[in-house]
């Protein structure tokens, strides 16, 4: 599939973020998170302007490492927070503006091709989509979600939060493939199945033949073994967790849509 430019991801970024902010102004700071439990609505909102703060820094200083020293203290009120995220959120969409893409940047990718700004623009602009559905969620409102960035967010869950491998570890690929089609705007996008290996340096975890999966290429004369399908915008809330599968449909080798829904049902860091 075809991603979308570094100016649109930049007005993904701002729409997404406006309305975040505007969802969350009005929602009281004690609303519970429901996709995520430990947080209320005033945890949430400082969240996201951590995160802005750091990708701004990061942005700004680029390539070197954030500082992270320098982290903002969260303020005492809720509109003192407000004032905080607008400080930070445009900071983040002015130093993104007019960058290009393929300029240097420090990331958290283990793929040296990721420490880019069109990186960090791509996952700012999933990051807000994303922490807006939970704004929405707290305060118990919905809105539309743009397809396109929707559909652009499944290639992004399957290929970064899901796909990808640390330099400790090993990916043996499988020949087993979940195609994820969304049929609101035409997208196909294929996830390959695999198993990995190896010792987390820092934790000592030992992981021996995990079921993971990459995102991959639509394959030459191969037919994926399972297919999921559905609007693109649910299609994503259901592999971030913010929405359950009731509005997919799936066909296709039982095992195989087994082991991909297990593994896009662990957690996401």
Do not use: K
């Not at 997208?187 to 033949?209: C, I, K, M, R, Y």
């Amino acid at each position: 599939m075809t991603r979308l430019t570094p100016e649109v991801y930049l007005d993904h970024i701002r729409a997404e973020s406006a309305r975040f902010r505007a969802v969350l102004a009005d929602c009281e700071p004690a609303a519970r998170v429901p996709s995520c439990p430990d947080w209320d609505a005033g945890d949430l909102l400082w969240h996201l302007v951590t995160v802005q703060w750091f990708w701004s820094r990061a942005v700004s200083g680029r390539p070197a490492e954030v500082d992270l020293s320098a982290e903002p203290t969260r303020p005492a009120t809720h509109d003192e927070t407000l004032e905080a995220f607008d400080v930070w959120s445009a900071a983040l969409s002015g130093a993104l503006e007019g960058l290009d893409a393929g300029e240097p940047a420090w990331t958290w990718s283990s793929d040296p091709a990721d420490h880019t700004v069109g990186f960090i623009l791509r996952r700012q602009a999933h990051e807000a989509l994303i922490h807006r559905l939970d704004a929405e969620q707290a305060a118990g409102v919905a809105s539309e979600v743009d397809a396109r960035l929707a559909a652009d967010g499944v290639a992004e869950v399957v290929g970064v939060m899901y796909g990808g491998c640390p330099p400790w570890g090993s990916w043996e690929p499988l020949p087993h493939h979940v195609r994820l089609d969304c049929t609101d705007t035409g997208d196909e996008v294929w996830a390959q199945l695999g198993l990995f290996n190896g010792t987390h340096p820092e934790t000592g975890e030992v992981f021996s033949d995990e079921d993971d999966c990459h995102l991959v290429d639509p394959p030459a004369g191969v037919e994926p073994d399972a297919v999921i399908d559905g609007p693109a915008a649910a299609l994503d809330a259901w592999l971030w967790h913010r929405g359950d599968d009731s509005g997919l449909s799936v066909a296709g080798d039982r095992d195989v849509l087994t082991r991909f829904r297990a593994i896009v049902a662990t957690p996401i860091d």
